[in-house]
C-alpha cells in the first residue's frame, strides 16, 4: 500500500508537467491583448507597450513559458497583472472560503443524499421513494441562483434571520451552503438509490435475508457498504468540482471564493492568475482521485493496492 | 473529512467573536458591483478602485460633487502664457496619515515617480508632458512641461495623480499598492479579497471632518443581493442600481433613489473611411431615423438624457447644439436617397457582448430597418473587441463598420472627451478614434484647446470642434446613461458625482 502510494504520488508530477504545458498554451491562445486589457479602456499606446514590457509579454513565447516553469517548480506563480500581488497570496486568500464552503456543503449534502437515497431504495415504490426522488429532481433542476435570490428575499429581507451575503460567521455559511449543496444532495440521492438497487438483487443479501439477518443489518451493512464504491467515486468527483469554486453561488453570495476569481481573471486576460488556478485545480483532482482510490480499499477490504 | 472540520470550527468561531455589535460608532456599509484592483491610484484604471482610493488619498485638485474643479491640496496657481509652466502653491499644515507632513518635496516625489516611464504606472500619461519639478520652497512647487498642456489641472484633479506619503512609497514600495497612506479623511485599515475597511481621519485638515467612523467598502457582484443589503440596512449606499430595481427601492419608505447625469456618453462611431459611411449624408440619415426618446426608454428605462453635442453636458466646455439631430424618418430617407442609397444598405455593427450594450445594439438595428439600413449585430467580448477594433495598427486594416460604444472622460474636461476619440491623429492603436474621423478644422481645435490654459480661448476652440463634429456627424449620437443608486435615508451628504466615483467626505448618519 504505501509503495502504491508513493508510485502515484511521484506520478503528480509527469502530469502535472504536461498539465502546465496545456494551461500555457491555451492561456495563451486566448483572444485579446492582456497588456491592452491590463493598461485600461483609456490608455494610450505607450502606456499599452509600458505594461507589456513590464509583464515580460514582449518576450518570445518559449521564453515565458520557460519563466513560468522555473518559478511553477518553486511554488512561485508570479505577481497578478491585474493587482501586482504575488499570486500566491491572491489564491491563498481565496482557497480557503472555498475550502470552508465546499466542506460544509458536502457533509449535509452526502449525508442527506445518502440517507435520501436509501430510503427511497428500501421503500421502493412507496410514498418515500416518490417524495425522495421529487425532493431529488427538483434540487437538480433548480437553478441556483434563482434559489440563492429566493432564500435572500425570504430569510434575510422578509424574516431578518441571517445577513445577505458575504463572509465571516457561522451564519453566513447557511445560504450558500445550502445552495451549493442542494444539487450535490439531489445527485447523491439518485445514485445512492440505484446503486443500492443493484445491490439488494446480489445472491449474498438474499442469502443473508433468507438466513433471517435482521433487516437493519442488511441494509446497513450488507447493503450499503457494498453500495459505497459508487457513492465513494460520486463524493470525490463532486468534491473537486466545488473545489473549483461556484461562480454562480459564489457571486449571489458575494462569497470571497477561487470561482469569482477565475472569472475575474479570465476577464482581464490575468494570464498569471488563470495559469496558477487551473494547475491549482488539476493538482486537487489528482489528490481527490487518489483519496478515492484509498477509499475504496477501506470500505471494500478485498481491494488491494500493490 | 476530520482534517478540515478543525480549522473550520475555528474560523466560525473567530469570525462569530468578531462580528460583535457595534452601537456607538457610526459605520457606513458600501455595496460596490466589482473588487477593488489596487489601492495605488498611479495604477488604477477602473473606476471603483478610483472611489476606494478617494476616500484615503488626494490629489492638488480634485472634482466637487458637480464636477467642478476645485483645488484639494493646492491652495492657487499661476500659469505662464504658454501653458508651459505652472507654480503651485500648496496648502499648509497637512499632514499623512502616517505623521509625514505634506510639502513640496512631497508632492515632487510623487509626481516624477507618476511621469517616470520607468515606473510603469497605468496613469503616466496624466503627466507624460512633464519635464521637471522644482521644489521653490516648502510650500511652493513649478511642473515644467515639455509641450504646452492647457488641461494641466484637471490631469492633476483625476484619481491618478493624487499624492502618496513618501515616506510609505519608500517603505512599501512594490505592495504601495495594498498600503496607501495619503492626507484623505479616511486612513486604511484592511483590505481582504473583496472588502476593504477605512476608519476616520481624527487629523483631517478640513474642520469637523470626516463623521463617519469607519467605513466598509464591499464588492457584491450580484444586483439582486446588492439591493437586498440594502433593504435589511447591511449597507447604507449600493450602486449601481440597474433600472429595473428602481421600483425596489421607491417602494421602500427607509430607502431613497439617487438619479443623475453621467458624463457616460453613448454613440455609434461609423468607420468613415469606409463606403457608405465616407458620406456625411449617410451618416446623418442614420441620426435622424433614431428616436432617441425611445433608445433612453428601452435601452435605459427612461434614466437617460439627450447626448446633444460630442461630449456630455457635464463636461468643461460644452456646448448644446442647436440644429438636434430630430427623430425625422422622412427626411433620413431623403438624405439617404441623395447619398444614392435610396434602399437603404446592410452593414455590420461591433459592440461589446454585456446585456446592456445588446440591448442597445438591438434597439439601434430596429430603428434603422425603419430606411432599409440592415445591421448585423456582433457582440464581443472584451478581449476580442481589444484585438479586432483597438488594436488594429493601420486604418487600411480595420474591419469595423460601426462600433456601439461609450466613453467617459475622467478629467472632466472636453480635451479628454474629444482628442481621444475624435482627433485625426488618434486612430487605433494610438488612441480610440474608431470612426476614422480626421477633420482639419476639429483637428486645429483639438490642438489649440490643449496648448493654451486661457479659458476663454479654450471654450472657443472647443466650440469650434463640436459644432463641426455634429455637422459631420462621425457618430450615431445616442444619449447620456444617469448614474443610478439606491441609499438609506439616514445617509447624509454622499455623493455619486457624474464621473462615476463616490465622494464620502461629508458623509452622516443620523
Not at chain 2, 459611411?277 to 433614431?290: C, E, G, T
Request: without cysteine.
Amino acid at each position: 500500500m504505501l509503495k502504491y502510494l508513493v508510485g502515484r504520488l511521484a506520478g503528480i508530477l509527469p502530469v502535472l508537467l504536461v498539465i502546465s504545458v496545456f494551461v500555457f498554451g491555451f492561456v495563451h491562445l486566448l483572444p485579446g491583448d492582456p497588456a491592452r486589457l491590463v493598461a485600461g479602456p483609456d490608455a494610450t499606446q505607450q502606456d499599452v507597450e509600458l505594461v507589456r514590457q513590464d509583464l515580460g509579454l514582449d518576450q518570445p513565447l518559449w521564453v515565458q513559458y520557460g519563466r513560468f516553469l522555473g518559478n511553477a517548480v518553486q511554488g512561485e506563480f508570479g505577481r497578478s497583472m491585474k493587482s501586482k500581488r504575488p499570486v500566491s497570496q491572491e489564491i491563498g486568500e481565496r482557497f480557503m472560503p472555498t475550502l470552508y464552503l465546499t466542506v460544509v456543503a458536502m457533509v449535509w449534502a452526502t449525508l442527506a443524499g445518502l440517507l435520501i437515497g436509501v430510503a427511497s431504495a428500501t421503500k421502493r415504490g412507496r410514498w418515500q421513494d416518490h417524495v425522495g426522488m421529487v425532493v431529488a429532481v427538483s434540487g437538480i433542476a433548480f437553478p441556483s441562483f434563482w434559489l440563492g435570490l429566493l432564500m435572500i428575499d425570504l430569510f434575510s429581507v422578509k424574516l431578518g434571520w441571517l445577513p445577505t451575503s458575504g463572509y465571516g460567521t457561522w451564519q453566513h455559511y447557511v445560504m450558500p451552503s445550502l445552495t451549493l449543496g442542494l444539487g450535490v444532495a439531489a445527485v447523491m440521492a439518485r445514485f445512492t438509490r440505484s446503486a443500492f438497487i443493484e445491490i439488494a438483487r446480489e445472491d449474498y443479501v438474499r442469502t443473508a435475508r433468507a438466513k433471517g439477518v435482521p433487516a437493519r443489518l442488511v441494509v446497513w451493512k450488507h447493503t450499503l457498504r457494498n453500495a459505497l464504491i459508487p457513492i465513494i467515486t460520486m463524493v470525490g468527483l463532486q468534491f473537486g468540482f466545488l473545489l473549483g469554486g461556484s461562480i454562480v453561488v459564489e457571486t449571489v453570495f458575494s462569497w470571497p471564493g477561487l470561482g469569482r476569481l477565475l472569472v475575474d481573471s479570465v476577464n482581464y486576460r490575468d494570464y498569471t492568475v488563470i495559469q496558477a488556478e487551473i494547475l491549482l485545480f488539476s493538482l486537487e483532482f489528482i489528490i481527490i482521485n487518489l483519496l478515492v482510490d484509498v477509499l475504496y480499499a477501506l470500505a471494500n477490504p478485498e481491494i488491494r493496492y500493490s | 473529512m476530520k482534517r478540515f472540520a478543525l480549522p473550520l470550527l475555528a474560523g466560525l468561531l473567530a469570525g462569530t467573536a468578531l462580528a460583535g455589535p457595534a452601537f456607538a460608532a457610526k459605520d457606513l456599509v458600501v455595496g460596490l458591483p466589482d473588487n477593488i484592483t489596487t489601492l495605488d491610484p498611479a495604477d488604477i484604471n477602473d473606476t471603483l478602485s478610483q472611489s476606494a482610493s478617494r476616500t484615503m488619498m488626494q490629489g492638488l485638485f480634485g472634482f466637487d460633487k458637480d464636477m467642478k474643479l476645485i483645488p484639494l491640496l493646492a491652495e492657487s496657481f499661476t500659469v505662464n502664457d504658454a501653458a508651459t509652466e505652472y507654480t503651485y502653491r500648496l496648502r499648509k499644515n497637512v499632514t499623512f496619515h502616517d505623521g509625514t507632513p505634506f510639502n513640496a518635496q512631497a508632492v515632487k516625489t510623487n509626481f516624477d515617480r507618476l511621469a517616470n516611464p520607468a515606473n510603469r504606472l497605468k496613469r503616466q500619461s496624466l503627466l507624460a508632458m512633464l519635464a521637471e519639478t522644482v521644489v521653490v520652497d516648502d510650500t511652493t512647487i513649478t511642473l515644467k512641461l515639455s509641450q504646452p498642456f492647457g488641461a494641466l489641472n484637471n490631469n492633476l484633479a483625476h484619481p491618478g495623480a493624487m499624492i502618496h506619503s513618501p515616506k510609505a512609497l519608500e517603505t512599501f514600495g512594490k505592495e504601495i499598492g495594498r498600503h496607501p497612506v495619503g492626507t484623505g479623511p479616511y486612513k486604511f485599515v484592511s483590505w481582504e479579497a473583496d472588502t476593504l475597511k477605512v476608519e476616520k481621519n481624527d487629523k483631517y485638515w478640513k474642520p469637523g471632518l470626516p463623521k463617519i467612523d469607519h467605513v466598509t467598502l464591499k464588492s457584491v457582484p450580484e444586483n439582486g443581493s446588492r439591493i437586498a443589503m440594502l433593504q435589511t440596512n447591511e449597507a447604507q449606499f449600493i450602486y449601481p442600481l440597474p433600472p429595473e430595481m428602481v421600483k425596489m427601492v421607491e417602494a421602500n419608505q427607509a430607502l431613497e433613489l439617487i438619479d443623475s447625469p453621467s458624463i457616460i456618453a453613448r454613440y455609434v462611431a461609423m468607420n468613415t473611411m469606409k463606403k457608405p459611411f465616407n458620406d456625411p449624408r449617410v451618416r446623418q440619415a442614420l441620426n435622424y431615423a433614431i428616436d432617441k426618446n425611445a433608445y433612453a426608454k428601452v435601452v435605459y428605462r427612461g434614466y437617460a438624457g439627450p447626448l446633444d453635442s460630442a461630449i456630455p453636458s457635464k463636461l468643461g466646455f460644452h456646448v448644446t447644439q442647436p440644429n438636434q439631430y430630430t427623430y425625422d424618418l422622412a427626411k433620413a430617407k431623403a438624405l439617404l436617397a441623395e447619398a444614392g442609397y435610396p434602399n437603404g444598405f446592410e452593414a455590420e455593427m461591433f459592440g461589446r457582448n454585456s446585456t446592456n450594450f445588446i440591448r442597445g445594439m438591438q434597439f439601434v438595428q430596429q430603428q434603422l430597418s425603419q430606411i432599409g439600413v440592415k445591421l448585423t449585430v456582433t457582440p464581443l467580448e472584451s478581449g476580442v473587441e481589444t484585438a479586432r477594433v483597438w488594436g488594429v495598427e493601420k486604418p487600411e486594416d480595420a474591419t469595423v463598420q460601426m462600433q456601439y460604444g461609450g466613453w467617459s472622460a475622467s478629467t472632466g474636461d472636453a480635451d479628454w472627451g474629444l482628442r481621444p476619440l475624435l482627433w485625426g491623429k488618434g486612430f487605433p492603436p494610438k488612441f480610440f478614434n474608431v470612426a476614422y474621423y480626421k477633420n482639419d478644422t476639429v483637428d486645429a481645435a483639438i490642438e489649440t484647446g490643449i496648448a493654451t490654459a486661457d479659458t476663454a480661448k479654450r471654450a472657443e476652440a472647443y466650440r469650434v470642434a463640436q459644432e463641426q463634429i455634429w455637422k459631420d456627424a462621425p457618430w450615431i449620437f445616442l444619449g447620456v446613461e444617469n448614474l443610478l443608486a439606491g441609499k438609506s435615508k439616514k445617509l447624509t451628504g454622499f455623493y455619486y458625482v457624474a464621473d462615476g466615483g463616490l465622494q464620502m467626505e461629508e458623509a452622516d448618519l443620523q
